[in-house]
């Protein structure tokens, strides 16, 4: 059960796009489509923000939007905003009824 | 409103045991999966623990396998956690997080506020 691979940290400035990844393995990422993204804020609960690779949950913004190809997952957040600062976390089914987390990825909005 | 609501944080020492409980309103609680997910001060995520809709399966992970044990109260909506041989790396804020549906491998469509476990002597 190891993590997935997310990048620490990225940037980008109001109305900008941009994209975390979310590396896994052919256990993991590659296999499943039950890979999920969730958005923490300081001090706060994780929120889904996108579920099954592409779907986005009532509420959620359509400038969230999530992919997959091979054993990397993908999300993309268009037009930020300054509220869109947060930290990012990926997660993935592994089979065998278990699930694992990516490390997170803090997102700063310039 | 949809909520989950976790008690039974604390400070605890090594090798002792901890008891948390997630109350759940606001959906049919006997038809979701519900799973325990942790933070540890300043880290990521940990998936800890699931159970399905009526109990029948539970499944951990590799961390807390042996020690931990999920458990849930169709009849009073009511997810559990007991922890066992608490070890300093267990200290973290734990949170409950709802299934998104049976057959489905997603969850955490909705969230508890947490709760905080620091194990010390």
């Known amino acids: 059960q190891s993590a997935l691979t997310q990048p620490a940290s990225v940037s980008g400035s109001p109305g900008q796009s941009i994209t975390i990844s979310c590396t896994g393995t052919s256990s993991d990422v590659d296999v499943y489509t039950y890979v999920s993204w969730y958005q923490q804020h300081p001090g706060k609960a994780p929120k889904l923000m996108i579920y099954?690779?592409?779907n986005r949950p009532s509420g959620v913004s359509n400038r969230f939007s999530g992919s997959k190809s091979g054993n990397t997952a993908s999300l993309t957040i268009s037009g930020l905003q300054t509220e869109d600062e947060a930290d990012y976390y990926c997660s993935s089914y592994t089979g065998s009824s278990t699930w694992v987390f990516g490390g997170g990825t803090k997102l700063t909005v310039l | 409103q949809v909520q989950l609501v976790e008690s039974g944080g604390g400070v605890v020492q090594p090798g002792r045991s901890l008891r948390l409980s997630c109350a759940a309103s606001?959906?049919?609680?006997?038809?979701?999966?519900m799973h325990w997910v942790r933070q540890a001060p300043g880290k990521g995520l940990e998936w800890v623990t699931v159970?399905?809709?009526?109990?029948?399966?539970?499944y951990n992970a590799d961390s807390v396998k042996g020690r931990f044990t999920i458990s849930r109260d169709n009849s009073k909506n009511t997810l559990n956690l007991q922890m066992n041989s608490l070890r300093a790396e267990d200290t973290a804020v734990y949170y409950c997080a709802k299934g998104r549906g049976v057959g489905s491998g997603s969850f955490g469509d909705v969230w508890g506020q947490g709760t905080l476990v620091t194990v010390s002597s």
């Open positions: 159970i399905s809709y009526d109990g029948t399966n539970k």
């Open positions: 606001g959906f049919t609680f006997s038809n979701y999966a």
């Open positions: 099954e690779v592409t």
